[in-house]
Every structure is written in structure tokens, then in C-alpha cells.
């Protein structure tokens, strides 16, 4: 099943567009106030422009107005974009949880959109029910276009964040369970809260960004400041600018190739980007994994730290954990066809991955094997388990480098049963040094291989 976020990445590169074209029929706009130039408005918006925006974004507000008839005329209107274009629903809902799941059997199964932008309020409990289908998402809102927002939305918490802060760092929290089915609605007029809440939520959020077109954001500022670090993931939803133009196709092409213009020219160099290290130290440091103290290591070297993985273990946690070993695979652009996992921790490591691949790499479905400690004596009396690995690109999986046995050991046994070796990664590379060099890049020399990490023992000063 796609999700929705994958939906809006393929259709953006497609097009080559990070335009979102806003339906929003003001009756000072209409020719005569009934439903049916409401119908035509939109029909009129959508002729228009249906190959350069990526989605379409009515806002609900303008249809109810004209009652049940309007809800008609708003079912019409999303059934006549073309089934490749995403529809987000600008509703801003949010309530408890029970009442939630009317919303989302009106949003999803009648009026049939793909995307909902809530208000997150209640908390957690008020936005899942809209979840359950993977293929839906929510954009929800965090810092708002309004003058009025920084009443409440700027209010600093006790951590010292102001609250929009605060729910994208939920939101970045909440993403690792709801996997490509979370956004959030941040302000394209307010550069500054676009460049904090970049910086706080990784590459896979994308951001619906208002604030442009009629309410007079600066589209470079934004531009800049909201696209992630590929230069995408940001909407620009814009309603007003287009709709009232005297030719509305032409300025949403000129929306459009401002915005590309500009953000081919972003230098990233200068802009600080969401880390995924750091998001890594801070969570093994809150699950307790980096244990200080005196401590043998199995190489027989002596440590002031451990790092010891067995401290996740919970279902949230573990499916974090391989999603961190997933982002860092994709990032690293390493051909496999198996990933391997030493006994005993890599073999848990190896599931975990195989699985976050398959939720969050598009579809990345990759066999497993693992070795056993001894052979059995009875069933099929095999070292190895799982997906067979002869001829096969091998990708061993593992927790740490530290003197580099481990890693040979694996590296010779996968060798031994004809799998080719094409890299190794690691949650930690503990950087040790041997012969005035680094073990990971020792052995990356010996075998030829990438060595990768999540983290490193330099990124602990993070």
C-alpha cells in the first residue's frame, strides 16, 4: 500500500512541482451565490492547473456554508480530480477520540480525500483514529498564518520551546510509529518559525505551508527556509493568488517556476538541518544504552562505557531502533539482496530493519539470514537460517566496531557460504584506533566494503 506521503513525493518529482492549488470558493468570487458556481469555480481552478499542482487543498469552511448541499457539491468537486492528484481537506479538526472516528468516516470513506489537516490539542489520541489507514495521512497544524498565532503558538514551554516547537517535536516523535502519515502546517509567512521547525524534524515531514499569494509571505524566505535538505518537502498551498488572477493558469505556472528557481539555488550549506545523529545519541541516551563505568569488552580491551543494546526492548522503541538502521541503508545508497545478522544481537537487528525497510523504503523488501552459535543435531542440522545467501549481495548487520573481530568473524563465515560481502553497518562505531587508524577504515581497506554507522563515538559530544 503507497502511502500518502509517498503519494505527494512521487507526484511532486513527476511534475516537477511543489505547488498545492487551494479551493476556495469566497462568495465575494462567485458570480451569483449558489452551489452550482461553487461547483464551477472549482471545476474552472482544476481545469487549469491539473498538471502542476500536486494536490489540491479545499477548504471545507467554503462549501459548508451553502448546507447539505455544499457537502454535495464538495463530494463532486474531489470526485472530479483526476485520480493521480492527492486531496487534502482543510478542516482543522480535533476532538476526543470516539467523536474523531465520525470525522474520519465522513473525510475518508464520503468525501473520499486522501489528507486532513487537524488541530493536535488533544493530543495523540485525537489524531490517530484518522491514521489507521495507511494510505491517509494528516497534515496537523503546528504555526499558523494568522497575525494572532504567536498568542498562543509562541508561548514558551517549560523545556524553553515556544509550543509550535514543542508539537513539531511530537510530530517528529509521533512519525516513527505513523510512518509517511504525518505533516505539519507551518506558517509560509513567518521565516523564522520555518527555519526552527526544519531544523527540529527530519527530511521524511513535509510541511503545508501557507502564507503565500494573497497574505504576502516572502516566497524566497520560504522557499529556502522550508524546503528539507533534497531541496522538497514543502507544500505551498496557495488560493487567493491564483483563483483571483486574471489568468489563473499562467500565475500558477509562475508560482510554480519561482519556486523551482529558487530552491535550485538554495545553498544547504548555510542552513541547519534536522540531525539524525543527534536524534539517535539522545534516544539510546534516554533508553539507557550508554552505560558508563569500568568495563571488559569480548575483544578483551578495557572501557569506560558500554553500549549496550539490550536496553531497547519495548515495541515503540524497537520500531525506532530499525527504523534508524533503515534511514541510514537507504541514505547510504548500498546495493543488497540480504541482510545479515551475527548471533545473538544482530539477528534481532536484521528482523527489525528488514521490517522498517519495507514500511518506510518504499516497498524495500530484503530476506534475512542469521547463524547459529552451534549446528543442531536434529531438523535441518544448518548453521545458517533464513534467506539463502549464496551469490547473493550480503549486508551485515551488527551493533558496534570496536576491535573489529566481530565484524571479520561475520565477514569470513558469509564468505565461506558464497555470499559477496558488499558492506557492513553498525549503531556505533566506537572509533577505536589501530596502527594509527581507525578499525572501520581498516577494515573498509582490507575487504573493499563500506563500513557505515548510525553514530559515532565523536557524535556523543553532540
Known amino acids: ?26 462568495i465575494d468570487d462567485l458570480s451569483e451565490n449558489s452551489s452550482k458556481d461553487v461547483f464551477n469555480f472549482c471545476k474552472h ?35 472530479y480530480i483526476p485520480n493521480e492528484i492527492p486531496v487534502i481537506l482543510d478542516a482543522k479538526r480535533g476532538d476526543i477520540n470516539s467523536t474523531c472516528t465520525g470525522y474520519v468516516t465522513s473525510t475518508f470513506d464520503h468525501l473520499k480525500a486522501d489528507c486532513i489537516t487537524l488541530n493536535p490539542y488533544l493530543g495523540v489520541d485525537s489524531i490517530s483514529p484518522f491514521l489507521n489507514n495507511k494510505s491517509k495521512g494528516c497534515f496537523v497544524l503546528c504555526k499558523t498564518s494568522n497575525y494572532s498565532s504567536n498568542e498562543i503558538q509562541s508561548i514558551k514551554t ?27 502546517v507551518v506558517a509560509a509567512n513567518d521565516k523564522d518559525a520555518l527555519q526552527n521547525v526544519r531544523c527540529l524534524i527530519n527530511d521524511n515531514i513535509w510541511i503545508l505551508a501557507p502564507g503565500l499569494g494573497a497574505q504576502g509571505g516572502d516566497i524566497e524566505a520560504a ?25 489563473p493558469r499562467e500565475k500558477a505556472i509562475e ?8 530552491r535550485t539555488h538554495i545553498d544547504i550549506s548555510n542552513i541547519n538541518y534536522y540531525d539524525k545523529r543527534k536524534e539517535f545519541i539522545e534516544f539510546i541516551l534516554s533508553k539507557q544504552v550508554l552505560q558508563y563505568g569500568s568495563f571488559t569488552l ?9 553500549f549496550n ?38 539477528i534481532p537487528l536484521a528482523t527489525l530493519t528488514s521490517i522498517s525497510l519495507s514500511n518506510i523504503g518504499n516497498n524495500i523488501n530484503k530476506g534475512i539470514a542469521y547463524n547459529r552459535k552451534e549446528i543442531k543435531t536434529h531438523g535441518e542440522k544448518k548453521l545458517l537460517v533464513g534467506e539463502k545467501i549464496n551469490n547473493k549481495k550480503i549486508l551485515i548487520i551488527d551493533d558496534v566496531i570496536t576491535a573489529g573481530t566481530a565484524i571479520t568473524e561475520t565477514i569470513d563465515l558469509v564468505t565461506e557460504h558464497k555470499g559477496i560481502v558488499v558492506g557492513v553497518i553498525v549503531a556505533l562505531d566506537r572509533q577505536e584506533i589501530q596502527d594509527n587508524e581507525y578499525v572501520s577504515d581498516k577494515l573498509q581497506k582490507k575487504y573493499n566494503i563500506p563500513i557505515i554507522s548510525i553514530s559515532t563515538y565523536s557524535d556523543l559530544s553532540i
Open 1 to 26: 500500500m503507497v502511502s500518502f506521503f509517498q503519494k505527494i513525493k512521487q507526484r511532486s518529482e513527476e511534475i516537477n512541482s511543489l505547488l498545492c492549488v487551494g479551493l476556495d470558493p469566497h
Open 45 to 79: 481552478l482544476i481545469d487549469q492547473t491539473n498538471d502542476i499542482a500536486v494536490a489540491y487543498k479545499p477548504n471545507i469552511a467554503f462549501f459548508e456554508q451553502f448546507g447539505a448541499e455544499g457537502y454535495t457539491i464538495l463530494q463532486d468537486i474531489i470526485q
Open 158 to 184: 517549560k523545556q524553553n520551546f515556544k509550543l509550535y516547537e514543542h508539537i513539531a517535536l511530537l510530530i517528529n516523535e509521533w512519525e516513527h510509529i505513523y510512518t509517511d502519515q504525518l505533516g505539519l
Open 223 to 247: 522557499v529556502q527556509y522550508g524546503c528539507n535538505s533534497k531541496k522538497t518537502g514543502i507544500l505551498f498551498p496557495i488560493s487567493r493568488g491564483i483563483s483571483r488572477a486574471e489568468n
Open 255 to 262: 508560482f510554480r517556476d519561482t519556486i523551482n528557481k529558487i
Open 298 to 306: 569480548k575483544s578483551g580491551m578495557k572501557s569506560s562505557y558500554f
Open 309 to 346: 543494546m539490550g536496553m531497547i526492548n519495548k515495541g515503540v522503541d524497537l520500531i525506532r531502533l530499525g527504523d534508524f538502521y533503515a534511514n541510514r541503508i537507504i541514505e547510504s545508497g548500498i546495493e543488497f539482496d540480504v541482510l545479515f545478522g551475527p548471533a545473538y544481537k544482530g
